[in-house]
């Protein structure tokens, strides 16, 4: 319930602090109508115009179906209503005016162990790509470093490094996929050693062997690039 509630630094770096807000129905958002808060998700736009920064990954979340973008408006309505206080996130870098053009729609992709999906699972939907790839000035770099890994995560636990998950010797060649399926479920490597924070296993666990078989298609097919990009 930590993540609905909000009220923790996500990450502080020389561009930016960021903090998860409240989501809640007893925050703000529920004064916003489902359609708001439904383009605050996947646009990055909140009713009143501004924009929300980074690290929240919109430019993945742009991907996002109508159907699971509205199911995740559904969830959050149902939620404990919480009335958390947020710190206001800052940013010493420029914020874009908007992450692209206005979404009139989405289309699902079909659930089946199939590329397409893969790329929607580990994009849109878990963003694995955001944190498995270098940030530049203006965010992760897909375009030149997708999914590299080396990008910093700040927290309780130290620091953690995201790892290469692209099919380079530095990433996942050396791995089987039912290794890959414990990473990503469990937190556990084949070493028996334990992931770091803030990987989601805990939440991919519940995913279907469909999903997983999708997801480890789709980053198998990824251009190898080394450690960092």
Same mark, same amino acid.
């Given at each position: 319930m930590a993540n609905e509630l909000g009220g923790f630094m996500v990450e502080k770096n020389p561009a930016f602090e960021a903090w998860a807000v409240n989501i809640t129905p007893g925050s703000r958002v529920a004064d916003w109508s489902d359609q708001e808060l439904a383009r605050a998700i996947r646009e990055g736009i909140r009713p009143d115009g501004t924009v929300i920064g980074p690290p929240m990954p919109i430019s993945l979340y742009r991907g996002l179906s109508d159907d699971d973008l509205y199911s995740i408006v559904a969830f959050l309505r149902t939620l404990p209503a919480n009335g958390t206080a947020t710190p206001f996130s800052t940013y010493n870098i420029p914020l874009p005016p908007a992450y692209g053009p206005p979404i009139e729609s989405v289309a699902a992709i079909p659930a089946g162990v199939t590329v397409a999906y893969g790329e929607y699972l580990a994009g849109p939907v878990a963003h694995c790509l955001e944190c498995h790839t270098p940030m530049g000035e203006r965010g992760? +770099?897909?375009? $030149?470093? =997708?999914? @590299?890994?080396?990008?910093?995560?700040?927290?309780?636990?130290?620091?953690?490094?995201?790892?290469?998950?692209?099919?380079?010797?530095?990433?996942?060649?050396?791995?089987?996929?039912?290794?890959?399926?414990?990473?990503?479920?469990?937190?556990?490597?084949?070493?028996?050693?334990?992931?770091?924070?803030?990987?989601?296993?805990?939440?991919?666990?519940? +995913?279907?062997? $469909?999903? =997983?078989? @999708?997801?480890?298609?789709?980053?198998r097919q990824l251009p190898p690039l080394p450690e960092g990009g």
């Open positions: 992760p +770099m897909f375009d $030149t470093h =997708l999914g @590299a890994g080396g990008f910093e995560f700040h927290g309780p636990w130290g620091t953690s490094v995201s790892s290469n998950i692209t099919s380079h010797k530095d990433g996942l060649a050396g791995y089987s996929d039912a290794e890959l399926k414990a990473m990503i479920t469990q937190g556990v490597r084949p070493d028996g050693s334990r992931m770091l924070p803030p990987m989601g296993y805990h939440h991919y666990a519940a +995913m279907t062997e $469909t999903d =997983l078989n @999708a997801v480890v298609l789709y980053l």
